[in-house]
């Protein structure tokens, strides 16, 4: 039998275009009464992402009233792939040019499908609420912390150019979670020293001449910056949570290296340590997604997890190329090194 197709009033798509004018670009949105938004160069991107994540967020719905809007449309926003499944999600998607951004609804399988498309992360859509006060936070390197890096790469996979640097894509989290709710963040000496990024300036450099951010003080040891992209001022929880999964980012056990290993590597142990089941002993995703995520390529990924595999960080990985997917698992003595965690088999 045939399923009704998704009721106009439940429609989620938006799209925005930004097009080139004599006085700078300009931010067309159909489903807005005011068509043209005159911008700067430099805020171009963030305002778009700005403006869909406000329809997203006037137009809440439960999550049982959302549906994948490609398959309503006969999933031809991407190639054949194995079918619609896992929950429905936020996909943001960007045409070849960086000019037209649609955010939609999608189920998991459809969005990891659709080129030059990234999940938004819930946190950085969702209405702040009132903190909640009598409990005591899990130990760093739970399920929060997981759920919340691996969002906020998402989010980076987006925002920053595809090129980005995998050291400057390490900057950018941790200025991304430690950012206030102005968009100000500080990040001290002791922990530049730590990320062996401290005198990195090049790094900063990148992410200013994306639009990213812009750098307020040069006050070695310190450095001080704010973020140019609206879409991280909305960010949920609070700083306390975020500055936990900051934390984690910098060891995330149990797939954190030694100190002194190439940026690329690191950024890819953060990606599988982010994908981790609830056991912690083994994780799986597509293989483009783990590029996007990291900004590689599909073979400098597979590179790259030969050498954490030769380097005992991960036990064994393997890519079904028939559905794109790629499954690792870690050694048992980083599981059993997890309290709280049991590793599975």
Not at 114 to 127: D, F, I, R
Not at 175 to 204: F, N, Q, Y
Request: proline share 8%.
């Amino acid at each position: 039998m045939r399923l009704a197709g998704t009721p106009a009033a439940v429609r989620r798509i938006w799209t925005v275009e930004l097009r080139s004018r004599a006085g700078g670009p300009s931010l067309v949105c159909p489903h807005c009464t005011v068509h043209a938004t005159p911008l700067t160069a430099a805020s171009a991107r963030s305002a778009a992402l700005a403006h869909l994540a406000c329809h997203a967020r006037t137009d809440a719905l439960p999550g049982y009233l959302r549906t994948c809007q490609c398959r309503a449309r006969g999933c031809s926003w991407h190639p054949r792939h194995r079918g619609c499944a896992g929950p429905v999600l936020l996909a943001l998607t960007r045409d070849r040019s960086g000019r037209t951004w649609r955010l939609a609804d999608a189920c998991a399988a459809c969005a990891a499908a659709t080129s030059h498309t990234a999940v938004v992360p819930a946190t950085l859509l969702a209405p702040r609420r009132p903190g909640c006060s009598g409990r005591r936070p899990a130990p760093p390197g739970g399920p929060a912390e997981r759920t919340r890096v691996r969002e906020m790469l998402t989010y980076l996979a987006a925002a920053l150019p595809q090129f980005t640097s995998p050291a400057t894509r390490l900057l950018a989290l941790q200025c991304a979670l430690r950012a206030d709710a102005r968009g100000h963040v500080r990040l001290p000496g002791g922990l530049l020293r730590g990320m062996r990024l401290r005198g990195r300036t090049e790094l900063w450099e990148e992410l200013e001449q994306a639009g990213w951010l812009r750098c307020t003080g040069r006050r070695p040891p310190v450095m001080e910056a704010r973020l140019l992209d609206a879409a991280v001022l909305c960010q949920q929880p609070g700083s306390r949570a975020r500055a936990r999964a900051a934390h984690w980012a910098l060891r995330p056990t149990p797939l954190a290296l030694p100190a002194g290993r190439p940026p690329a590597m690191q950024l890819t142990a953060l990606a599988l340590a982010a994908h981790l089941t609830s056991g912690g002993a083994a994780g799986s995703t597509d293989m483009e997604v783990l590029a996007r995520l990291c900004g590689h390529s599909p073979h400098q990924t597979a590179e790259l997890l030969d050498r954490l595999t030769a380097s005992h960080t991960l036990a064994a990985w393997r890519h079904c190329r028939e559905t794109d997917e790629i499954l690792w698992h870690i050694p048992q003595q980083h599981t059993a090194a997890r309290p709280g965690e049991h590793g599975s088999h």
